[in-house]
């Protein structure tokens, strides 16, 4: 089978890694790709909104299966289009991918089918947002209620941030049409875990749990990130905090997505936090993580393709998905200064080192190919993944092999997983 991945990031790359490990797949794409995932598929540069051109090279090369990673490509529809030509895809529709795609559709789902998350409100005009802010309990979390790369999501301290906050979602637009609505959540605290499931419309299947540190620097400071670093599985997710999500967030989630006429294939994952109260749902997203994928993926025994099949095709109880008992840890190594102003084109020296390597990986972020050898191209460069027997064997390895490689302005956080040794 011909497999074609949408995307371009760490998430992509382990995607593919996982994708070329299968004894079903003769050939594998990727649009657009980057450095790393050129070496293992055949990059194509065709971008992840273009869908008319996806849709025409599916048909042409006579792809088997279309991935689609990104969470924008799934919000708008890519996976409807393909399937309309009588493509296979794997990944929700348009109307079940609105779970990510709207903060207040999530929240609406929760309140009415009693799945357990913070307080809430929806407002559509910044005057009524600022009347109920002035007689709100401080601190509190302004999100807008659209896509906004991870960034959308304000913490504020007291009414004045919260004003301002509500100026730059709901009237400068910081974040485009995504501010078009707001939701104010109550803030609530406790660790957080990201749990990514398979879902085939009926059936849900939890992977590994894994947990992301979004903050630049150590000690969880400096501004929030796409993910500066993952580690799986979580020890603080229990077999009793497993339990309680799978009777009372995972399966009544789909079974919620079903009932409105929303019926759900691929990926859902759920961004938990363990609170004092039980786990709760911060935030759904409809895809991989990144970079939960990048230590996830590596640990997963099953052959990828067979169980996105299965989604699919509303098999999925058919699986037994199974993991290694051992752990992975992914450190992000990125350019100085992100994710605010940073600089690329940098050579990328000792990527060779991970060659050959079944414990060790180099998932490529923002990376390209060039006549001077493989160069950075973003905030995000590479994500460092090694396993271990456990969580501190895993993390010694990974920053161990996060010296293998090296470029100028590398900057990385030195304390991914270092909340395990509370344990
Ligand atoms: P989200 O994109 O919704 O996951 O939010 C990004 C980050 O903001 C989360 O990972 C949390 O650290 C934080 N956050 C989101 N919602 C809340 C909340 N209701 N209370 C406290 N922190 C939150
Ligand atoms: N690592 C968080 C995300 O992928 O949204």
């Known amino acids: ?31 657009p790709g980057n450095a790393g995932i050129g070496k293992i598929a055949r990059c194509v540069p065709i971008g992840p909104m273009e869908f008319d051109k996806i849709t025409a090279f599916a048909k042409e090369k006579e792809i088997g299966l279309t991935i689609v990673g990104m969470d ?14 009588g493509l296979r895809a794997f990944g929700p529709r348009k109307n ?6 709207s903060k207040a559709f999530s929240k609406e789902l929760m309140k009415k089918y009693h799945i357990p998350t913070a307080d809430y409100e929806v407002f559509s005009s910044p005057e009524e947002a600022l009347s109920y802010l002035e007689k709100a309990k401080f601190p509190i979390v302004l999100k807008a209620d659209g ?28 974040f485009g049409s995504a501010g078009n609505r707001l939701v104010v959540e109550e803030f609530i605290t406790g660790r957080e875990v990201s749990v990514l499931s398979y879902v085939d419309g009926r059936t849900i299947k939890a992977m590994a749990s894994a947990q992301d540190h979004k903050r630049a620097q150590d000690g969880d400071l400096g501004p929030n990130t796409g993910g500066m670093g993952t580690f799986s599985p979580s020890p603080f997710y229990t077999e009793e905090v497993d339990k309680f999500c799978r009777e ?25 936090m363990l609170t004092g109260n039980g786990p709760k749902v911060l935030e759904y997203n409809a895809r991989f993580g990144d970079p939960e994928a990048q230590v996830v993926l590596p640990r997963m025994k099953n052959d990828i393709i067979d169980v996105m099949e299965a989604c699919i095709d509303g ?37 060779e080192r991970f060659e050959g390597q079944d414990s060790y990986f180099c998932f490529h972020a923002g990376t390209k190919e060039t006549d001077q050898g493989i160069v950075t191209n973003g905030g995000r460069v590479l994500g460092i993944t ?29 304390d991914i997983g270092k909340a395990i040794e509370e344990v």
């Open 72 to 85: 924008d490509p799934l919000v708008g529809g890519l996976v409807d289009q393909l399937e309309k030509e």
């Open 248 to 272: 009372h967030i995972y399966q009544p989630t789909v079974d919620a997505m079903a009932a409105e006429g929303r019926e759900y294939k691929g990926i859902i994952f759920f961004g938990l």
């Open 96 to 101: 079940a991918a609105i779970l990510e795609g």
């Open 147 to 174: 896509l906004a790369l991870g960034k959308g999501v304000l913490i504020c301290e007291d009414f004045q941030q919260a004003k301002e906050g509500v100026k730059a979602i709901m009237e400068d637009k910081q």
């Open 1 to 31: 089978m011909k497999v074609l991945i949408v995307g371009s990031g760490g998430r992509e790359h382990a995607i593919a890694a996982s994708v070329a490990k299968s004894k079903k797949v003769d050939e594998i794409y990727c649009a």
């Open 315 to 351: 098999r999925l109880h058919e699986i037994d998905l199974q993991f290694e008992e051992n752990a992975a840890v992914c450190v992000v190594l990125a350019s100085q200064g992100y994710p605010v102003k940073y600089e690329k084109g940098y050579v990328i020296k000792g990527l």
């Open 386 to 414: 090694a396993k271990g027997k456990d969580l501190k064997q895993a993390r010694a390895n990974a920053y161990a092999a996060a010296g293998w490689v090296d470029f100028e302005n590398k900057y990385m956080r030195h």
